[in-house]
Nanobody
Framework: QVQLVESGGGLVQPGGSLRLSCAASGFTFSRYAMSWYRQAPGKERELVADISSAGISRNVLDSVKGRFTISRDNAKNAVDLRMNSLKPEDTAVYYC???????????????WGQGTQVTVSS
């Protein structure tokens, strides 16, 4: 059974920091690219950051560059999103996403976590 379980969300003041974690199970984690998405009320879900299966390639949304960092630990089947200098506009539900395939002969799958709320407010 595939599971992506996010944790670390909460309420933080502007300028503060949070670290989101996503624990993965039920698939071969090291074969999947991992991403963090977010969705604010009334807005579409957007890609915040992604990291390749081996952790070599990383990308982040322009509006969070220099503030957010994505990392992964393939030995622990986990991916983190460190968020610094948080702004009210970062308020959203943050989702962990996995995309990949178990082998070259298998189809590509995409999995989602249940989301964790991040609220930036004074």
């Amino acid at each position: 059974q595939v599971q992506l379980v996010e944790s670390g969300g909460g309420l933080v003041q502007p300028g503060g920091s949070l670290r989101l974690s996503c624990a993965a199970s039920g698939f071969t984690f090291s074969r999947y690219a991992m991403s963090w998405y977010r969705q604010a009320p009334g807005k579409e879900r957007e890609l915040v950051a992604d990291i390749s299966s081996a952790g070599i390639s990383r990308n982040v949304l322009d509006s969070v560059k220099g503030r957010f960092t994505i990392s992964r630990d393939n030995a622990k089947n986990a991916v983190d999103l460190r968020m610094n200098s948080l702004k009210p506009e970062d308020t959203a539900v943050y989702y962990c996403n996995a995309r990949g395939r178990e082998s070259v002969l298998r189809p590509e799958y995409t999995y989602w976590g249940q989301g964790t709320q991040v609220t930036v407010s004074s």
